[in-house]
């Protein structure tokens, strides 16, 4: 007789999730959900391709030796960067290496490249610059690499260079609109399989919006508190979590320890936190 599986359905079974990262960064996210019993629809909103101009680039790239600091904000930087930093002899060994947040210290680590600084708590460009190495008795006249997608932020350079930093950047991709066919979300929506969708940028909640439109009340779950009005005026409800993949990876392994079953709750401020 086979063994029959006793344990209680996960704390999101029957929960119908969209997960709109890039194609190449969905797996993680999408098999922690699916381990809480969530039933995942898999949409990128973004899609990640080389940059445009890579001579630009290169030039940079070819005075690596006088920079005294390189930050990479996000794992895409980490992965592009590599392939390009292996044309100039990958980073010199007296680069002080940061990185944003966990999983692009993780994307570092995996490339045998052992970060410098990262922030403890907080991931994003504020808790980076909140370490004492980049305060400005430390910071000032050294020069500083920001390897990223094209446009983005300005927060960190600008932080920077107002500490007396010398700031360069290394657009080593750019994020682009996927061509992907908009029926295979309309679809689920239109039969109400749907009940929460996760953008992990406001430029993935623009591209969503521009491919299926609007999809009547439906709660979305944002990385950050800026994207909020973009939500508000498509007439969707909002919930924000700070770093959704952790935060979900944190609450199975509560429940799959017997935990409480209850996932989160809603606030007056509409967040939505996770145990």
């Not at 990185?99 to 490249?113: D, I, M, N, P, W």
């Not at 430390?138 to 960190?156: C, D, K, M, N, T």
Request: glycine share 10%; net charge neutral; hydrophobic share 45%.
């Amino acid at each position: 007789m086979a063994d029959v599986d006793e344990r209680p359905p996960g704390p999101l079974a029957q929960t119908g999730v969209v997960v709109t990262r890039p194609a190449n960064q969905a797996a993680h996210l999408s098999a922690l959900l699916e381990a809480a019993g969530a039933r995942v629809f898999r949409f990128p909103a973004i899609a990640i391709v080389p940059p445009r101009d890579t001579d630009r680039l290169e030039a940079v790239l070819d005075r690596l030796p006088q920079f005294q600091i390189a930050v990479f904000v996000s794992a895409n930087a980490v992965d592009w960067g590599e392939r390009y930093l292996d044309m100039f002899g990958g980073l010199p060994a007296s680069l002080k290496v940061a990185a944003v947040g966990r999983g692009t210290a993780s994307a570092l680590q995996e490339r045998g490249l052992a970060p410098d600084l990262v922030p403890a708590d907080r991931y994003d460009s504020e808790a980076l610059l909140a370490l004492p190495e980049f305060q400005e008795s430390a910071v000032s006249g050294q020069r500083v690499l920001i390897l990223r997608g094209e446009g983005g932020r300005e927060l960190l350079a600008d932080t920077l260079y107002a500490r007396g930093a010398e700031v360069e950047y290394a657009e080593v991709y750019r994020r682009v609109r996927p061509g992907i066919d908009p029926g295979k979300l309309l679809e689920p929506l239109a039969k109400g399989e749907v009940d929460v969708i996760i953008v992990t940028s406001g430029e993935g909640l623009r591209n969503l919006l521009d491919m299926v439109g609007e999809a009547g009340e439906m709660p979305t779950i944002l990385p950050r508190r800026s994207s909020r009005p973009l939500v508000a005026r498509c007439g969707w409800q909002w919930l924000w979590i700070r770093a959704p993949q952790a935060a979900f990876r944190r609450r199975k392994e509560r429940f799959d320890r017997g935990g409480r079953e209850q996932v989160g709750e809603h606030t007056r401020d509409r967040h939505f936190r996770v145990w």
